[in-house]
């Protein structure tokens, strides 16, 4: 049964060097969206290439992979959760721009009846104000750059930063935005600064004599 793992971009040089060593002499294929690592003695490793594709197919798809996840490129993000929001431009692991801000939304309750529908009208209010502030601030901190973004990656809770991006004014904001959201604490700044560390990762589908 196949495995994935993830590691930090710049551990890929030695994690291949070190797969070589384990399984033997290894080839490399290209294919769509990742680079296949095939041993002498059956293991596999598919390392999927973020923010592909990869540049043309012309030479050593080991050296071309390598070339790729060292780049720096520029990424917007956006993290939304209940407690706040944060909104950054990120040169390669650097942030070169941000703003974070917080909110209240209220956790949900127990109760029935009336209670529990003024519970929920008092915190979809609360959620859309919030989701409000995080839309100005992409705004202000995304759009102006959204011409050289490569992409935005979100972060936090999926429906926040969907309607965070939802103004018809950021659609080229939202037309970059990566399918997977990843999972991050309340944001704040320290958290924001930490996020390189999910977005830039590289993943890897291991085979099972990988």
């Known amino acids: 049964m196949a495995r994935m793992i993830s590691i930090d971009r710049h551990r890929l040089p030695r994690w291949l060097d070190n797969f070589g060593s384990r399984h033997g002499s290894v080839t490399a294929t290209a294919e769509q969206g990742a680079?296949?690592?095939q041993a002498v003695d059956g293991a596999e490793a598919r390392v999927r290439v973020p923010f592909g594709p990869l540049a043309p197919d012309i030479g050593d798809p080991t050296a071309r992979l390598l070339d790729h996840v060292a780049a720096d490129r520029l990424i917007g993000a956006v993290l939304v959760?209940?407690?706040?929001f944060a909104v950054g431009v990120f040169d390669g692991d650097s942030l070169s721009s941000s703003k974070t801000g917080s909110g209240y939304v209220q956790g949900r309750t127990k109760a029935g009846g009336w209670s529990q529908q003024r519970y929920a009208r008092r915190r979809s209010n609360q959620a859309q104000q919030l989701y409000g502030k995080a839309s100005a601030v992409v705004e202000s901190?995304?759009?102006p750059v959204v011409d050289d973004l490569v992409a935005v990656v979100g972060g936090g809770d999926r429906a926040?930063?969907?309607?965070?991006l939802e103004p018809s004014v950021l659609?080229?904001?939202r037309?970059?935005?990566?399918?997977t959201?990843?999972?991050?604490d309340d944001p704040r700044r320290?958290?924001?600064?930490?996020?390189?560390?999910?977005?830039?990762?590289?993943?890897i589908e291991l085979n099972d004599l990988a």
């Open 171 to 173: 659609a080229p904001v």
């Open 175 to 179: 037309q970059l935005l990566l399918p």
């Open 190 to 203: 320290r958290v924001l600064e930490d996020f390189p560390a999910r977005f830039l990762a590289v993943e």
């Open 81 to 84: 959760r209940r407690g706040g």
């Open 141 to 143: 901190i995304l759009l």
């Open 181 to 184: 959201i990843h999972p991050t």
């Open 35 to 37: 680079v296949l690592f």
């Open 160 to 164: 926040g930063v969907v309607a965070a």
